[in-house]
T-cell receptor, first 113, second 117 residues
């Protein structure tokens, strides 16, 4: 079965600084990979997804993620963080077939002035 | 596109009553919907997978008689918490797969916060 690890529970960055959130997955083949963001008291919003093709994926709100097969990773990046990016970020993995996504435990991002 | 709504957004009820939460896909048809529960500062816990026109598949440890799920149409799934108790208080989130958009992405509703007194 597939699994997802987000090693960082909480990250604090300064506004304007760059950001990288880590995500590692375990699956025998190339899975489908997702990043979602959740603001307090809200549902999850899809930031970006990778199915195949170009390993650098662009998403909404200036985020991007890079799929690295050799490292089984799908790290999320943003060159310049805004205070409004403070939220919980979830990495998720899916596999072919009508099965639910498997989520990591999430990384809470705090942004300081 | 691919918008999912939930109603109500929050509900307070007395212990012993039943509460129904609706999940709707507004601009697409969803053959599969998922129901999650989320505790404060934790990840999502999958409760059940709901397929249109068939019985829901519940995850291990989730009481199917307690959490009744109905997926009667391609745009609506409901979760009914029967005889709710304070330990059922939580944030419930649904998601739906948009087969017409892409088969693998789950689009999430805004969540329903349930408080049982």
């Amino acid at each position: 079965a597939q699994s997802v690890t987000q090693p960082d529970i909480h990250i604090t960055v300064s506004e304007g600084a760059s950001l990288e959130l880590r995500c590692n997955y375990s699956y025998g083949a190339t899975p489908y990979l997702f990043w979602y963001v959740q603001s307090p008291g809200q549902g999850l919003q899809l930031l970006l997804k990778y199915f195949s093709g170009d390993t650098l994926v662009q998403g909404i709100k200036g985020f991007e993620a890079e799929f690295k097969r050799s490292q089984s990773s799908f790290n999320l990046r943003k060159p310049s963080v805004h205070w409004s990016d403070a939220a919980e970020y979830f990495c998720a993995v899916g596999v072919p077939g009508n099965t639910p996504l498997v989520f990591g435990k999430g990384t809470r991002l705090s942004v300081i002035a | 596109g691919a918008v999912v709504s939930q109603h109500p957004s929050w509900v307070i009820c007395k212990s012993g009553t039943s509460v129904k939460i609706e999940c709707r896909s507004l601009d697409f048809q969803a053959t599969t919907m998922f129901w999650y529960r989320q505790f404060p500062k934790q990840s999502l816990m999958l409760m059940a997978t709901s397929n249109e026109g068939s019985k829901a598949t519940y995850e291990q440890g989730v009481e199917k008689d307690k959490f009744l799920i109905n997926h009667a149409s391609l745009t609506l799934s409901t979760l009914t918490v029967t005889s709710a108790h304070p330990e059922d208080s939580s944030f419930y989130i649904c998601s739906a797969r948009a087969v017409s958009v892409d088969q693998e992405t789950q689009y999430f509703g805004p969540g329903t916060r349930l408080l049982v007194l």
